[in-house]
């Protein structure tokens, strides 16, 4: 069982990239999947998250119209296309999940989760 985050690097302000979270030997389809970030000196906070069976997103208010969390079940991948960067979006990245067919909520997108995997830093800065 291991989740896979890739995809950080280095960009300018106002630039973009797109996060991957990659799963192997089990199934992401009912799971909600979550991307976190921890900047230095800061503790992790939850970034977005999307749904298993409802498919409902959520994002953090200083995220919010900038990201966009999807799910490719068939690649049984996650990704967080991150657009308009700016250097406080600097962190290293993780994604996880929580096994829950059930319907989900924000608070159960930052809570209980099952797996994480390795982050991946992202750099913005000029």
């Known amino acids: 069982v291991q989740l896979q985050a890739s995809g950080g690097g280095l960009v300018q302000p106002g630039g973009s990239l797109r996060l991957s979270c990659a799963a192997s030997?089990?199934?992401?389809?009912?799971?909600?999947i979550t991307w976190f970030r921890q900047a230095p000196g800061k503790e992790r906070e939850g970034v977005s998250c999307?749904?298993?069976?409802?498919?409902?997103?959520f994002y953090t208010d200083s995220v919010r119209g900038r990201f966009t969390i999807s799910r490719d079940n068939a690649k049984n991948t996650v990704y967080l296309q991150m657009k308009s960067l700016k250097p406080e979006d600097t962190a290293v990245y993780y994604c996880?999940?929580?096994?829950?067919?059930?319907?989900?909520?924000?608070?159960?997108?930052?809570?209980?989760?099952?797996?994480w995997g390795k982050g991946t830093l992202v750099t913005v800065s000029s």
């Open positions: 996880a999940t929580r096994f829950d067919p059930y319907g989900s909520t924000w608070f159960k997108c930052q809570h209980g989760m099952h797996y």
């Open positions: 030997g089990f199934s992401l389809d009912d799971h909600i």
């Open positions: 999307i749904g298993s069976s409802d498919g409902r997103t």
